[in-house]
């Protein structure tokens, strides 16, 4: 058997040898070893690793818009990362323009459509509720059902205005009307109030900045505990999402809940031009260190960038490394050294060990980071 492809000499997160073959985009073998024929072969040095590739579940990259904008392919193919989702930046109104530039990027990009109609490139969104037309939310599903994996309620005050709870409400209905597709929902300052907002979540819809460190955060800041309601709904299967951003990761509430046993269930950045070019967010890999000086292990770490996430987008090709799936491959060294971390509050910590992107393959094809 001649395949397209042939990856040699690595190793699993966990330590085990691992060789995969690609075919036409799509893994053709798994194994420890594999003895074959390639038109293109990848020797790995010793102590390489090996992933499914990398997801950021929370980006924003719609080059179109001025403020938060980047580049699929900054943000992706050339920091590790096979495949981001931009988290509502466009609306049904937009969206499909989104769409054109999105399919020109090597990265596999895929998009939140924001429940009002221009997304945030009108900051908020959320105050005008006439913006927020399910037809026109349906129709962008319709029309872009392999683009659009889920929908977008950014729930803060500068976004809602006086509308309370009242857009969060109209998400469900949506997300209701439309197969339970996947809602991801932002927090930050009330109104209104988290224990309310997540009240009206269910199972599987992703709570995210969820280790922010607002006051209307999941932190009680006067006990210095998580809060009661917080724990309610992460057994109730929320998906706490990290979407580090600007102003939403902050290590205390991060190792305060791994504390208390409460871990992110995804790890994802919330990245634009601003923060990638600045700080504090930098890249996924940047994001995935804070973890790793939180206390999470680096197999946890990899799951909650691949398979975690390509389940709860329903990417049923993605995430794992079996035959069958994406040729989407991360290929990363750990390597000890000392990097100094800033959260979003610009608390800081010191890491140990850095974890640094070779190559990224996507769909069988590869690129050097």
């Known amino acids: 058997?001649?395949?397209?492809?042939?990856?040699?000499?690595?190793?699993?997160?966990?330590?085990?040898?691992?060789?995969?073959?690609?075919?036409?985009?799509?893994?053709?073998?798994?194994?420890?070893?594999?003895?074959?024929?390639?038109?293109?072969?990848?020797?790995?040095?010793?102590?390489?690793?090996?992933?499914?590739?990398?997801?950021?579940?929370?980006?924003?990259?719609?080059?179109?818009?001025?403020?938060?904008?980047?580049?699929?392919?900054?943000?992706?193919?050339?920091?590790?990362?096979?495949?981001?989702?931009?988290?509502?930046t466009t609306g049904a109104e937009n969206i499909h323009e989104f769409y054109d530039l999105a399919k020109q990027a090597k990265t596999n990009v895929y998009a939140l459509v924001n429940i009002s109609k221009w997304g945030i490139v009108e900051q908020d969104e959320l105050a005008d509720l006439s913006k927020?037309?399910?037809?026109?939310?349906?129709?962008?599903?319709?029309?872009?059902?392999?683009?659009?994996?889920?929908i977008k309620a950014r729930m803060s005050k500068t976004v809602i205005g006086d509308n309370g709870i009242t857009?969060?409400?109209?998400?469900?209905?949506?997300?209701?009307?439309?197969?339970?597709?996947?809602?991801?929902?932002?927090?930050?300052?009330?109104?209104?109030?988290?224990?309310?907002?997540?009240?009206?979540?269910?199972?599987?819809?992703?709570l995210t900045h969820c280790f922010n460190g607002k006051p209307n955060g999941i932190l009680n800041q006067t006990s210095d505990k998580i809060k009661d309601f917080a724990w309610a709904a992460y057994d109730k299967g929320i998906v706490f999402d990290i979407g580090h951003g600007t102003d939403s990761f902050n290590f205390h509430v991060a190792e305060t809940a791994l504390k208390e046993g409460m871990k992110a269930t995804s790890i994802s950045t919330d990245i634009y031009i601003r923060n990638r070019e600045n700080g504090p967010v930098y890249d996924l890999?940047?994001?995935?260190?804070?973890?790793?000086?939180?206390?999470y292990e680096w197999a946890e770490i990899i799951e909650k960038v691949t398979a975690v996430p390509a389940e709860t987008f329903h990417f049923s090709t993605k995430g794992q490394l079996k035959e069958g799936y994406d040729g989407d491959i991360t290929i990363f060294n750990i390597e000890t050294g000392q990097k100094t971390l800033t959260d979003s509050n610009g608390f800081t910590r010191e890491a140990k060990e850095l974890i640094k992107p070779v190559k990224t393959i996507i769909g069988g094809i590869v690129y050097d980071n």
């Open 1 to 88: 058997m001649s395949y397209d492809l042939i990856i040699k000499n690595g190793k699993t997160v966990e330590g085990k040898p691992i060789e995969i073959a690609i075919n036409d985009g799509k893994i053709a073998k798994v194994a420890d070893k594999i003895e074959s024929e390639s038109k293109q072969l990848i020797e790995l040095e010793s102590g390489t690793y090996v992933s499914a590739g990398w997801i950021d579940d929370h980006v924003h990259c719609f080059e179109k818009m001025t403020l938060y904008y980047d580049f699929p392919d900054e943000i992706g193919v050339k920091k590790g990362v096979t495949t981001v989702i931009d988290a509502g």
């Open 132 to 150: 927020v037309k399910e037809e026109l939310v349906h129709k962008a599903l319709t029309e872009l059902p392999d683009f659009v994996v889920g």
């Open 167 to 206: 857009p969060l409400e109209m998400a469900k209905k949506i997300q209701k009307e439309n197969n339970d597709l996947p809602l991801m929902v932002h927090i930050g300052s009330a109104p209104p109030e988290l224990d309310e907002i997540l009240a009206h979540m269910s199972k599987g819809d992703v």
């Open 285 to 295: 890999a940047t994001t995935m260190e804070k973890l790793r000086v939180v206390g």
